[in-house]
């Protein structure tokens, strides 16, 4: 199993970058695909995931609007497109994954799609905004 982001880099405010995770070793389209951010000195968050079997998306309240993420399931690679990016965007970014069904049963019991254990994880890829 394999995930390994790209796409990061160094950016002005206001800027964007598109990360791409590409994936192989698992049946890409039973999973969700994640991206995780971990900012220096801050816990690893949650930005957004995508359902590959059904494209159901989520977004953490920080990037609403200003991030899309999307699949392309004959390529096995979810891209996360971040436009009007700011200096809080700052961290690596990690893809990572889990069951497609981890997160809808989370869904269903009101548990928040970023608390399943995901299982597995990508290198990570750092993204900077300058101001």
């Known amino acids: 199993v394999q995930l390994v982001e790209s796409g990061g880099g160094l950016v002005q405010a206001g800027g964007s970058l598109r990360l791409s995770c590409a994936a192989s070793?698992?049946?890409?389209?039973?999973?969700?695909i994640a991206w995780f951010r971990q900012a220096p000195g801050k816990e690893r968050e949650g930005i957004s995931c995508?359902?590959?079997?059904?494209?159901?998306?989520y977004y953490t309240d920080s990037v609403k609007g200003r991030f899309t993420i999307s699949s392309d399931n004959a390529e096995n690679t979810v891209y996360l497109q971040m436009n009007s990016l700011n200096t809080e965007d700052t961290g690596v970014y990690y893809c990572?994954?889990?069951?497609?069904?981890?997160?809808?049963?989370?869904?269903?019991?009101?548990?928040?799609?970023?608390?399943?254990?995901?299982?597995?994880w990508g290198q990570g890829t750092q993204v900077t905004v300058s101001s």
């Open positions: 990572a994954a889990v069951m497609g069904a981890v997160v809808r049963a989370a869904q269903r019991l009101g548990v928040a799609w970023t608390d399943p254990e995901f299982d597995y």
């Open positions: 070793g698992f049946t890409f389209d039973d999973y969700a």
């Open positions: 995508i359902d590959n079997s059904d494209g159901t998306t």
